[in-house]
């Protein structure tokens, strides 16, 4: 099993420490990124990626390690701590640049195999709010099968969680794993990712955006083809 870890900040605390338990007990090949160490970009806004195709992006080398690690991977694992009540500025700012990869416009067929994980951890509160930031984004890139972890360590540090809450996140993390590792290579879209990919194929069958249209007629998705088929 293939797994990519993108963290939303640069240093190893409670929320990066959770990642990588659970990546350990799921087992198999990792790569694992740093946010913005890796890549730390902000979206100009040009539409070029909408318009003309991602590799226009400003940005496109920088991210393609990134993307490449991505498209390979079977679990993708997106972890921050809570900012705010919201996932950290450099992850919302690397998420920005797959706007192109919502089903919306030009999804990619490899997503519709893949698992996704959230994982977010605060002193206090916000877990629900940050894991939604990321969460939103794999179901809009057609991952069907994601799951969301938080815990509220109420500590500044990995070393200050208390036994009980390190128990917890033991217990927790080993069926998540569990779960992961029973469902890889069975994953479907479900009932809403079907719904979702429908309507966008009307849209696209009238047209709203030539570079997307050219994308989903060469899939042939405005066919009777789909991505999970």
């Known amino acids: 099993m293939k797994i990519t870890m993108i963290h939303g900040q640069?240093?190893?605390?409670?929320?990066?420490?959770?990642?990588?338990?659970?990546?350990?007990?799921?087992?198999?090949?990792?790569?694992?990124?740093?946010?913005?160490?890796?890549?730390g970009e902000f979206c100009v806004g040009c539409t070029n990626c909408f318009l003309k195709g991602e590799e226009n992006c400003p940005h496109y080398e920088k991210l393609l390690p990134i993307v490449e690690a991505m498209n390979e991977a079977d679990v993708i694992i997106l972890t921050s701590p809570v900012y705010v009540y919201h996932a950290t500025g450099s992850m919302k700012a690397f998420l920005d640049h797959f706007g192109y990869q919502w089903m919306v416009h030009r999804p990619k067929t490899c997503m519709f195999q893949k698992q996704g994980v959230c994982i977010?951890?605060?002193?206090?509160?916000?877990?629900?709010?940050?894991?939604?930031?990321?969460?939103?984004s794999l179901f809009y890139w057609g991952i069907p099968k994601i799951y969301k972890y938080g815990m509220a360590v109420a500590a500044t540090s990995f070393d200050q969680i208390t036994e009980k809450k390190r128990a917890a996140i033991e217990k927790e993390t080993t069926a998540l794993a569990?779960?992961?590792?029973?469902?890889?290579g069975h994953v479907k879209p479900g009932l809403?990712?079907?719904?979702?990919?429908?309507?966008?194929?009307?849209?696209?069958?009238?047209?709203?955006?030539?570079?997307?249209?050219?994308?989903?007629?060469?899939?042939?998705?405005?066919?009777?083809?789909?991505?999970?088929?």
């Not at 640069?10 to 890796?38: A, W, Y």
């Not at 569990?178 to 890889?184: E, M």
């Not at 955006?209 to 991505?227: F, S, T």
Request: net charge positive; proline share 3%.
């Open 10 to 39: 640069n240093h190893i605390g409670s929320t990066c420490q959770i990642g990588r338990m659970l990546v350990e007990k799921i087992g198999g090949e990792v790569k694992e990124f740093f946010l913005p160490r890796d890549f």
């Open 120 to 136: 977010s951890t605060a002193a206090g509160a916000g877990m629900k709010s940050t894991n939604k930031d990321m969460a939103d």
């Open 178 to 184: 569990a779960k992961i590792r029973r469902n890889y």
């Open 192 to 229: 809403k990712t079907k719904t979702y990919f429908a309507v966008m194929r009307l849209l696209h069958k009238k047209g709203i955006n030539p570079a997307d249209e050219v994308y989903w007629e060469a899939q042939g998705w405005l066919g009777e083809k789909r991505p999970w088929k």
